[in-house]
């Protein structure tokens, strides 16, 4: 048996290939490599470039590589686009889920995680979120997310279909092996460290007037390799059957703001790292920050890398050994 991950050529999908077959796993990447990478995929997964979307494509893979999982990273996440292009969000985040969906249904395929977003919340009420909070996403890219949650459900009830959404918050930080490259990149980290090795002459804040201590969004950051342990966790659980379907945060527990990870960036990268200030962007949330504290108890996971340093000086190491990340140059 093996397991498929869509999206699995991206940033946090390859990170999860890695430790899958760190363990020993049959790992099977579908990736239409539109936002991921070739290069991303490690020696011993098998990679098959198709789209979520082929329902087709995605039952034959199924079927051939005797898949008993899947873990769903494909998606389009940037905010801002959202905003700009809501049907594609839709279109590539809910109809190519749905495709992927039937796929298994067809396939006899039964156990899903799937990569949700802190999104979902939009404003919350009040910090840390925790998974009963309302959810109210306040951008087309949580409502996609959203939008399929709300289906899982359904799914299970009419096919047996079993699943886990995990709500991330921000992931950030490297492995040795893999880190974190978007075309165009709008991550707040690896922007700061382009800025560090010459590549941007700055970093742009979006955003100094909201109701926070500097006045800048925070954020709750985590480590691409807690992520992955914790998808690890949550597949092991769906195939025991320990634990009922449901959604799980992602987070440290603890928020920080863009002129904290800018100051934390410097002192690790020795570099000056100037800014320009900017206005908001559309679709921001003042303040998300988790509470993980149901994984915690359900799963027994726990972060690692907890700590706002650690996980700077990890995305540092990688970008300075691949200034243009998978590019070669």
Known sequence: MSVLVTGGAGYIGSVIVEHLLDRGEQVVVLDNLVKGHRAAVLAGATLVEADVADGAAVERVLR???????????????????????????WNNVAASIALANAMVRSGVRLLVFSSTAAVYGEPESIPIPETAPLKPVNP???????FERMLPAYEAAHGLRWISLRYFNAAGATARLGEVHEPETHLIPIVLQVALGRRPHVEVFGTDYPTPDGTCIRDYIHVSDL????ILALDALRADSVPSGAYNLGNGQGHSVRQVIECA???????????????????????????????RELGWRPRFAELESIVRSAWEWHRRHPYGYDAR
């Open 64 to 90: 051939e590589y005797q898949v008993d999982a899947v873990i769903h990273m494909a998606a389009f996440s940037l905010v801002g686009e959202s905003v700009q292009q809501p049907g594609l969000y839709f």
């Open 141 to 147: 890219y949580g409502e996609s997310k959203l939008a």
């Open 228 to 231: 992955a342990t914790a998808h």
């Open 266 to 296: 410097r002192a690790v990268t020795g570099h000056l790292i100037p800014t320009v200030e900017a206005p908001r962007r559309p679709g921001d949330p003042p303040v998300l920050v988790a509470s993980s504290e149901k994984i915690m």
